[in-house]
């Protein structure tokens, strides 16, 4: 996706087909996910993104090969954004030798090295100092990448989320904390646990540029990401997104949509903003919509995410073997040489 | 040979691995323009420069987390804690980042780091100032623990530590610090998970590591004016252990004492003792003894916090009632 005003909405119809393919592809492949869960193929925590999937998109699309990312739980959407291969997080996910951690990991924690997919992480709050320390790691090698930490907006009360934007405003560090505010931790609502509404405020007093965007708008999420890369990439400066958002479903596999802490009036509301609805909305305005476009991504990413379940439910667990392997390595600096 | 303290080896260690390798460097409070609270990273600044030597702000769950950042992404960080008192505060990061990555990455992210920094207690520093923390760290499997007893063990530990491609702890000893032992000029390194035999003798042995090797060296001493041969033997690392190292030499004595600086209940000398019980059941000729603080937190005052160490005396008695002899 590399294209001049890349963050513009008009006109670039290929662009416009990589994001709407995008957000289709996390959306099927979670749904497959929750008949997977349902099945008992999938154990465990397993957290869904639906209705976030402009924010992954977005984010990743303004994104080099090179560059970091770093993510909480609620991270199928993000790997795939990310392009980790559905086959791979599904692998993952049903615990086989082929998945991305090779079934060490689960829902939570998928890493993919070849593409710079530093983990979902299950500590609220525990991997926004490590980002800080991948941005670190960065400038001191003099380098122009930057890394994208994502976290939900019940991580910005927490400590390791404000020592964290302190040493990044302090020793100015090439990091995009990505606040994604769902408005609720589990089934906290954030007035609930927040002494203020705005939460790109935070970032404020950490002398961190901050601000506040459209998470169900893909290209709104672009533009704000577009100059957060350019400032950290051209200055290592940090930026602070609070990108507003919505999950469709509840915080995990075991809690209902609605009904509890949230109501189904509240629920519809917000629904009314599916973010791949308003992108081929866009679409349509623009012109760079034709006909049967949608159907033939549905289609594609139909065989797509097909595929990721037979390939998961082919592939192996693993050996038992595995048990005590990647505890430690054996190796010491004298024996690898890597950078 | 040259005679350094625990401090200025453990400073050649740090100086030589930095200028070894540019991926290696320092962080922590006060480690640079004040040269270390225990003046460990003492001119290290001005020779290696700002970004090799990183004075934080005091945020130890913050900047232990840089550390692990850092590794995940190829840099070899050694992170100061001032005291590991302190590193309660990030212990998230060790035991739920740095320990776990490579497990729940499938052998994706290796994380070669250093946590290091004083362990135990000093002097009437009370409470929370003096605590020994190696059985909790070494709990947690995807750590490596040392605990380096004098100078040479230091500088060759610290500097194998820093190569570790894994998260190595390492508890200094604060008393530590102004001892003095002989250091070679030429390069060393001691090899992690080795034990020493640190003195010979054939009547009871006692396994112990860190500051503690200084007592039961002068134990030794000791009980060798009385005809009592002991064989020291010094873990140097706690995990792994060299469980080889506990057994030959109950085997040879028969009978043992498990000497450690930090708590009884779930401490390191339990597991010691399980060691033995498994591979030397037969061989033991008295119960075990094991030699600890007592199971208080420290107090302040002088006569309080002595009675609450392990120290010479008690070691001597503990040896006297394994062999079955009048204290
Ligand atoms: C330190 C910590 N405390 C509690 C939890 C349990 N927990 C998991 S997710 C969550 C809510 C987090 O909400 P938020 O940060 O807004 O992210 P979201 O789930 O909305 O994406 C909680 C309390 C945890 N994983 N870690
Ligand atoms: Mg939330």
Redesign the pocket.
Known sequence: MASKKKSDPSGDATLHRELLHSMILQRRFEEKVAEAYALGKIGGFC?LYIGQEAVGTGVMSELRHDDYVIT???DHGQALARGMSARSVMAELFGRIDGCSRGKGGSMHLFDRSVGFLGGH?????HVPIATGVAFAIKYRGGDQCIVCF?????VN?GAFHESLNMAGLWKLPVVYVI?N?R???GTAMNRASSIAEMYKRGETYSIHSEEVDGQDVFAVREAMSAAVARARKNYEPTLLEIKTY?FMG?SMSDAVSGTYRSKAELEEYMKRDPINLLKAKMTADGTMRENLVAEIEQEIAATVQDSWDYADASPEPPIEALYEDVLVETTSDTTQEG | MPIITYRDALNQALREEMHKDDRVFLMGEEVGVYNGAYKVSKGLLEEFGEMRVVDTPITELGFAGVGVGAAMVGLRPVVEFMTWNFALLAIDQVVNAAAKMLYMSGGQFPMPMVFRGPNGAALQLSAQHSQAWESWLAHIPGLKVVTPGTPYDAKGLLKSAIRDDNPVIVLEGEMLYNTKGEVPEEEYLIPLGKAELKREGSDCSIITSGKMVLVAMQAADTLAKEGIKIDVVDLRTIRPMDVEAITTSVKKTNRAVVLEEGWEICGIGAQVVDYIQRDCFDHLDAPVIRVHQADVPMPYAKMLERAAKPDLAKTIAAVKKVMYLEA
């Open positions: 957290h909480t739980y609620r299950g500590i609220v709050g525990g976290m939900g907006e019940a991580a927490n994604e769902n609720y931790g589990m999950r915080h």
